[in-house]
């Protein structure tokens, strides 16, 4: 851990609250009235828009985005979960856009995983356990159970849920059944 914080570097806006025990470098920016946790790494070049949380335990690789009120890093919404150490990791260059939430793992994978150059759009759900591979767009209100791999260059189109312990391929492109002709 380093100390960078101690004097509130001018990327972190003065209504932001950063743990001391989060690691943030200069090149990152924190926007207003965002919360940064104990146990968050912060890759070079990220950009945190105003009124996010990265709660705890949660590493953002470089060049990523995290948009206005979205939620990283929050406890696993599963009743096996007892308050046990997991972790968030959101891969390379990826952008989480507004509203959408990510949570840790539990005890039986510990981690949930983003992977790089994915496209994570407003209101969606990325859920414990879970492995979004490279490349990956997650369209509005996605919605995952827990334990789901999605795999590179996959698409899953807006308003999808998608049950817990599904597994998405590579290249696929999945939508939700909204209408059909008659």
């Known amino acids: 851990m380093t100390d960078r914080h101690t004097l509130a570097p001018s990327n972190v806006h003065p209504t932001a609250i950063v ?6 470098p200069e090149s990152a920016s924190v926007g ?3 919360i940064i946790g104990p146990g ?3 890759g ?12 705890r335990d949660t590493a953002v690789g470089d060049d990523c985005r995290i948009c206005k009120g979205a939620v990283l890093g929050t406890d696993p919404q599963d009743l096996k979960y007892a308050g046990e150490k997991t972790t968030l990791v959101v891969g390379c260059r990826t952008t989480i856009r507004e509203y959408a939430t ?3 793992g539990t005890i039986d994978a510990g981690t949930t995983v983003v992977g790089d150059d994915c496209l994570i759009m407003a209101y969606a759900h990325v859920s414990h356990d879970s492995r ?3 490349q990956v767009i997650l369209a ?5 159970g827990g334990h789901v791999t999605i795999e590179d260059w996959a698409i899953v189109g807006g308003v999808t849920a998608i049950h817990q312990f599904v597994r998405i391929g590579c290249h696929s492109f999945v939508c ?3 209408w059909h002709r008659t």
């Open 19 to 24: 743990d001391p025990e989060s690691d943030i």
């Open 32 to 34: 207003p009235y965002s």
């Open 40 to 42: 968050v790494v912060i």
């Open 44 to 55: 070079e070049r990220v950009a945190i828009d105003s009124h996010v949380l990265i709660e």
């Open 102 to 104: 990510l949570n840790r």
């Open 132 to 134: 979004v591979g490279n």
């Open 140 to 144: 509005n209100s996605v919605n995952m």
């Open 176 to 178: 939700p059944r909204t």
